[in-house]
């Protein structure tokens, strides 16, 4: 008996750890249920089990970080510890712990599906911004809808409680007992050390996030690899952008630069520049974008856009930079790609900027507008726009001031005021100003929790997700917009640009890959040049090159910063797009007929994306070697240029 009691707290150790363990592969299969439909296509009964497998290197990490503490009050050899009201303290801070850090991976089984990634740090910037009562809404709002992973949280933390073991609690030899403690704690310390850098050997760096991507056999199911709490303790305290060694400069500059030059025949032409940004826009929303889908039936959900369409320029295969609202606004305005975090949330974003407003105010004396029917400051637009170079705000505290409006009786109830009437408002400040002008409005009733108008109602197609009912909706409010926009003195003098902050509800095979999360539209519109028109089969664009093809319509006639490039004066040949996968530190590239995907050291993967529309036939080494040479060393100084722009407040162009 007394042998029992001296190896309790180690038996007890063991039990409750393993009780986590347990918890964390639940937490991961629901996780997997919930996002089925990102991972079905591909995942077969072998390769899912591979991945929980790997996952357990990173729960060991996770699992160890957050009950450190725990270990040490077990093993901590000191005898007058061991009593029933020290171990009752110890249980309910282990439960209270560990059901936390469950909690976080039950709610990225839903934000994942917006993000692509695993929650790190940065979202804790994200919504600092956003006030507590919009944030308890939410809250609410989607216990309701999630109410069984509300109801899981709670049976995780029942179960923990219930079925953790407390030590034999007696200490009647207390040499022995104090032996026992403290080699065992002696050899648990250098174990926890190992299981927090996940490995023993003193050639193992700490994993970080893009170690999952050996495990897996495309860069998203890094997701499924991955648990919330390692994401959270390896984010925490780390710097954002370090600036790689590729290539020495001068290569680097003639693979690639972000600097643009005017032509010298540029002629500049003063049209006003509207740039709607549309909440959780995919180009799987639109009918006429998608021939191939219901073997010709499909509708769609955005009839104002298809007749659009017909009188504008669109891209086949158009791509978004980002996966969220945060990472859409610099990439459409200020032509930012978002590699590894957020601008939003970077020390760098307190650079000096270019933009479309900032370009078109300084030296062109547009006057210029931001509009966000959300409370002023939701998400750091305000400040963003601010330091781009918009002149002007107009948020939920203007329209609320306007008297042609009912105020907070058009408010959502959660995030911003609807769409429709927030557009017409747009419409009104736009007729008020002095032209050109550039302005730019980021909608907002497409997001969660997709809410509708009492009025609209059972109004518009609804589909397999109740987001799809809210496009639709916003697609109305666009066109009410425009026909009120139409009657406007400046309308025919306006260049009109469409896109998507990012993609959601993404659910047909094609739009569920690591490219197809990406797929939004790109829409230029101008009714005073019926030349700009058509569906390019050809050329690559993302929301990058957005800025520079602006200014390219325009002519302007002054050097800038920007990433992408002006889609109408660049040969097909020469376009791509990038993008950044973050829920595993992947690039991907997108040039000529091929995707190469880069972890950072080399390339990975590679797919002839026009024809391989599933990303099934891996190419990296049958493709030409030169072709991929070529992609490689343009992508690696795409790269260190961004960060060194980051790095160096280099993101505006000095003489």
Same mark, same amino acid.
């Given at each position: 008996m007394m042998k029992k009691e001296l190896f309790s707290n180690? %038996?007890?150790?063991?039990?409750? %750890?393993?009780?986590?363990?347990? !918890?964390?592969?639940l937490s991961r299969l629901v996780f997997l249920c919930v996002?089925?439909?990102?991972?079905?296509?591909?995942?077969?009964?072998?390769?899912?089990?591979?991945?929980f497998g790997a996952g357990i290197i990173f729960d060991t990490t996770a699992i160890l970080y957050s009950n450190a503490l725990f270990i040490l009050l077990f093993l901590f050899p000191l005898h007058w510890k061991e009593t029933p009201v020290f171990y009752k303290i110890v249980r309910w801070v282990f439960t209270s712990v560990n059901t936390f850090f469950l909690i976080t991976n039950l709610i990225d089984c839903v934000y994942?599906?917006?993000?692509?990634?695993?929650?790190?740090?940065? +979202? =804790? /910037?994200?919504?600092?911004?956003?006030?507590?009562?919009?944030?308890?809404?939410?809250?609410?709002?989607?216990?309701?809808?999630?109410?069984?992973?509300?109801?899981?949280?709670?049976?995780?933390? &029942?179960?923990?409680?219930?079925?953790y073991r407390s030590p034999k609690v007696p200490v009647k030899q207390k040499m022995p007992y104090y032996v026992v403690q403290l080699v065992t704690l002696l050899i648990a310390i250098p174990f926890t050390v190992f299981g927090m850098r996940g490995g023993m050997t003193t050639a193992t760096r700490p994993i970080t996030l893009s170690n999952a991507n050996q495990y897996v056999e495309r860069p998203l199911d890094a997701g499924l690899v991955l648990n919330t709490p390692f994401s959270l303790f390896r984010t925490l305290g780390k710097a954002t952008f370090v600036i790689p060694d590729y290539l020495p400069e001068a290569e680097a500059v003639a693979a690639y630069s972000p600097v643009h030059f005017p032509a010298d025949s540029t002629a500049f032409r003063p049209m006003n520049v509207v740039v709607i940004i549309w909440e959780? *826009?995919?180009?799987?929303?639109?009918?006429? %974008?998608?021939?191939?889908?219901?073997?010709?039936?499909?509708?769609? $959900?955005?009839? *104002?856009?298809?007749?659009?369409?017909a009188k504008s320029l669109t891209f086949q295969y158009s791509y978004s930079n980002g996966r969220k609202s945060i990472d859409g606004m610099p990439s459409v305005l200020s032509s930012i790609p978002s590699f590894v975090e957020p601008f939003f949330l970077t020390p760098s974003a307190l650079n000096d900027v270019s933009s479309i407003a900032g370009e078109l105010t300084k030296n062109k004396g547009y006057s210029s507008a931001f509009f966000h029917g959300a409370m002023?400051?939701?998400?750091?637009? /305000?400040?963003?726009?601010?330091?781009?170079?918009? /002149?002007? $705000?107009?948020?939920?505290?203007? &329209?609320?001031?306007?008297?042609? $409006?009912?105020?907070?009786?058009?408010? #959502?109830?959660?995030?911003?005021?609807? #769409?429709?009437?927030?557009?017409?408002? $747009? !419409?009104?400040?736009?007729?008020?100003?002095?032209?050109?002008?550039?302005?730019?409005?980021?909608?907002?009733?497409?997001?969660?929790?997709?809410?509708?108008?009492?009025?609209?109602k059972g109004k518009f197609p609804t589909g397999d997700d109740p987001l799809f009912e809210t496009v639709a909706y916003s697609d109305y409010a666009i066109q009410r917009f425009f026909e009120k926009a139409e009657k406007q003195p400046w309308f025919k003098n306006t260049l009109f640009v469409i896109t998507a902050d990012h993609t959601s509800g993404n659910c047909y095979p094609e739009y569920v890959t690591d490219l197809g999360y990406y797929n939004v539209p790109v829409i230029f519109y101008a009714p005073g040049l019926p030349e700009l028109?058509?569906?390019?089969?050809?050329?690559? +664009? #993302?929301?990058?090159?957005?800025?520079?093809?602006? =200014?390219?319509? %325009?002519?302007? #006639?002054?050097?800038?910063?920007?990433?992408?490039?002006?889609?109408l004066h660049t040969p097909a040949s020469e376009k791509f797009a990038v993008n950044y996968l973050p829920s595993s530190g992947i690039y991907q590239f997108l040039k000529g007929d091929y995707l190469i995907q880069f972890d950072g050291e080399k390339v990975i993967h590679a797919y002839r994306f026009r024809t391989d529309v599933l990303m099934k036939d891996d190419v990296k080494d049958s493709m030409p070697q030169e072709v991929r040479k070529e992609m490689e060393t343009q992508l690696k100084s795409i790269i260190q240029q961004y960060m060194q722009r980051m790095n160096n407040n280099e993101l505006v162009y000095r003489e």
């Open positions: 180690v %038996l007890s150790l063991v039990w409750n %750890l393993l009780l986590v363990y347990v !918890c964390y592969t996002n089925w439909d990102t991972f079905s296509e591909h995942l077969t009964f072998g390769y899912a089990m591979s991945l994942f599906r917006f993000t692509g990634r695993r929650t790190t740090m940065t +979202v =804790l /910037q994200e919504f600092r911004n956003e006030g507590d009562g919009k944030l308890t809404s939410i809250f609410l709002d989607e216990f309701a809808t999630y109410w069984y992973l509300v109801l899981l949280a709670a049976v995780l933390f &029942y179960v923990i409680y219930k079925l959780g *826009f995919s180009k799987q929303h639109v009918g006429s %974008l998608n021939p191939q889908l219901e073997n010709g039936a499909y509708k769609g $959900y955005t009839p *104002f856009i298809d007749s659009l369409l002023n400051g939701s998400m750091g637009f /305000q400040a963003f726009a601010r330091s781009v170079g918009f /002149q002007k $705000y107009f948020g939920r505290t203007e &329209y609320n001031e306007d008297p042609n $409006y009912n105020g907070d009786a058009d408010f #959502d109830g959660t995030w911003a005021i609807w #769409d429709e009437e927030f557009l017409q408002f $747009y !419409c009104d400040r736009m007729s008020e100003m002095k032209e050109p002008f550039v302005t730019s409005v980021f909608t907002a009733t497409s997001h969660g929790p997709f809410d509708l108008p009492e009025r609209y028109k058509g569906l390019d089969k050809e050329k690559i +664009v #993302d929301q990058i090159d957005i800025m520079p093809t602006v =200014l390219g319509i %325009l002519g302007y #006639d002054r050097p800038y910063v920007g990433f992408g490039q002006d889609a």
